[in-house]
């Protein structure tokens, strides 16, 4: 009996644990299936029909249960992550170019390209055409990680 009751056990460990730790992986449920398969057959085998029938009930109760109680959301939302990440992998320009800063093409803007503002170089969107390298450049805005800038006419 104590074999019955560990074997349906171990198959319901198994089975959650497949569900909640190791989904898609396949080897907690061939072990919860084992396991429920040696309870039933142990039971059908040492304590007859009766017992092999009540044995097979359990096991489906109970594993609707734990597919229950493991499926809640408030299950998941133990296991989930609740933090937040906002960090970047670099500042974005706006926190160090001011809009009207004056800088300098690095290389030719046709349309993108990398300008030097206030001593650092950024990757840089033309709203004109095309501006060529050396000429001077205003910054009007921001796309993304990117400074928008325009030709200074002089």
């Known amino acids: 009996m104590w074999y019955i009751l560990l074997l349906i056990l171990l198959g319901v460990l198994f089975l959650v644990v497949e569900m909640l730790l190791l989904p898609g992986v396949s080897i907690g449920l061939f072990l919860s299936i084992a396991c429920y398969g040696g309870a039933i057959?142990?039971?059908?085998?040492?304590?007859?029909v009766t017992a092999g029938i009540i044995t097979i009930a359990v096991v489906l109760a109970l594993t609707?249960?734990?597919?229950?109680?493991?499926?809640?959301?408030?299950?998941?939302?133990?296991?989930?992550?609740k933090q937040e990440i906002d960090s970047t992998s670099m500042p974005?320009?706006?926190?160090?170019?001011?809009?009207?800063?004056?800088?300098?093409?690095v290389s030719r803007l046709a349309p993108m390209g990398k300008v030097s503002v206030a001593g650092k170089v950024y990757e840089a969107k033309s709203v004109d055409v095309f501006i060529d390298q050396r000429e001077a450049v205003e910054v009007v805005?921001?796309?993304?990680?990117?400074?928008?800038?325009?030709?200074?006419?002089n």
């Not at 057959?41 to 007859?48: E, K, L, N, R, S």
């Not at 974005?92 to 093409?105: F, N, R, T």
């Open 141 to 153: 805005g921001y796309e993304n990680f990117n400074i928008v800038v325009k030709r200074v006419n």
């Open 64 to 81: 609707l249960v734990s597919v229950i109680i493991s499926l809640r959301a408030k299950t998941w939302q133990r296991l989930a992550l």
């Open 41 to 48: 057959w142990y039971a059908f085998d040492a304590m007859g």
């Open 92 to 105: 974005k320009p706006e926190s160090e170019v001011a809009l009207g800063s004056i800088g300098v093409a």
